[in-house]
């Protein structure tokens, strides 16, 4: 599991942790799946993030620079978010991984927040030699402080280094400007998941497209879609298909939802 870590204010409350690391090792501690959990935030806050991460229970990579990418969203009755980027933290680069604890490991959830985190050589060489599912949050999220916008004005070059991209369905709809969802496989990914909440997902291949329902569950869906990705990708290291990976990631955080395991109110 690899990328930054986020500060997050919801609905106007105290700050949080934030980020795929953050909400991917919480799944991943809940599905008790070895992983190693590679992260970075600002120099401000890595003595507290780093206390959050270790109390998860996995080995933890935690490099610190700059500020830590910011944000502040508040959801509706609908469970719509309204969401701005507050401030901007660095990019990834080759000395915030370390390189004996990556040797052993096939397949990499990448988490960006914003599009510009992850540039296509770094990705390149996370990549090598290794399954990536990369989220789509680093193709569409505009790198500039406000509201976030989302556009499609992404380096189609990233996608040459992945495996799997999964995209929220405005992501998607982003990406596609009307076309209809099967047309992803235009991008040339192996393996693209669409997420729709409590509508379930969509697993396009080569050769199907398959939509997965999921249980509604209560909660604060923030982290939703990180717990899924790396549900997903543990499953599909465990050797399941691409339509039975989207099953079992929907249980989990159906799950984990149910059991506010992805709240923030709730201590690791």
């Known amino acids: 599991m690899i990328g930054p870590l986020s500060r997050d204010v919801v609905d106007g409350r105290a700050d949080r942790i934030g980020g795929g690391p953050w909400y991917a090792g919480r799944a991943l501690r809940a599905l008790q799946q070895p992983a190693l959990v590679v992260a970075k935030c600002g120099d401000s806050e890595r003595r507290s993030y780093l206390r959050r991460l270790a109390a998860l229970g996995l080995p933890v990579a935690l490099a610190a620079a700059g500020e830590t990418t910011s944000f502040s969203f ?30 052993r490991v096939e397949w990499v959830h990448v988490a960006p927040l914003l599009r510009g985190d992850f540039p296509p050589e770094t990705l390149e060489r996370v990549a090598r030699r290794r399954r990536v599912l990369l989220d789509g949050h680093g193709l569409v999220r505009a790198r500039e402080a406000g509201p976030l916008a989302l556009d499609a004005d992404f380096d189609r070059a990233l996608l040459r280094h992945v495996s799997i991209l999964k995209l929220a369905e405005d992501e998607a709809r982003v990406i596609l400007d009307g076309a ?11 393996e693209v998941v669409v997420t729709f909440g409590v509508g379930g997902s969509l697993v396009l291949t080569r050769d199907a497209a ?55 109110r709730t201590s690791p």
């Open 74 to 103: 508040r959801y509706d009755a609908d469970g719509n978010r309204e969401m701005r980027v507050d401030a901007i933290g660095d990019q990834w680069s080759e000395g915030d991984e370390p390189e004996r604890g990556l040797r």
């Open 180 to 190: 209809e969802l099967e047309e992803l496989r235009g991008l040339g990914v192996p």
């Open 210 to 264: 398959v939509r997965v329902t999921a249980r509604p569950a209560r909660g604060d869906p923030t982290g939703a879609g990180d717990a899924f990705s790396v549900a997903y990708l543990s499953a599909r290291a465990g050797g399941h298909r691409p339509i039975s990976a989207a099953r079992r990631a929907s249980a989990l955080v159906t799950a984990l939802l149910s059991n506010r395991l992805l709240q923030g």
